[in-house]
């Protein structure tokens, strides 16, 4: 494999995990526009992020091979469990 084809392939093993970590805040703001997140967006999305890494390389490392339906479902309830402490956070 070249390089120009491992940097493709990384690039789309990212994708989801960076489109989760950018569009939940985003949404999360517009759809609760009366509470306010304890922590600004870009930490929020900085966040996301590293924890949607953490899940796919686990679900790499579990099931052997990535893209697996699992795997997303825990980046997307890792994502949702972290959007909802940092509202909670605001209300303590």
Do not use: E
């Amino acid at each position: 494999m070249g390089p120009t084809y491992f940097l493709n392939h990384l690039l789309n093993w990212l994708a989801p995990a960076l489109w989760l970590a950018v569009l939940l805040p985003l949404l999360t703001r517009l759809a609760m526009r009366k509470q306010r997140a304890a922590a600004s967006l870009w930490t929020q999305m900085t966040a996301n992020f590293i924890l949607n890494l953490l899940v796919l390389g686990l679900g790499l490392w579990f099931f052997g091979h990535d893209g697996k339906m699992m795997t997303y479902l825990g980046m997307t309830l890792v994502c949702a469990s972290s959007q909802w402490l940092f509202l909670r956070a605001w209300r303590v």
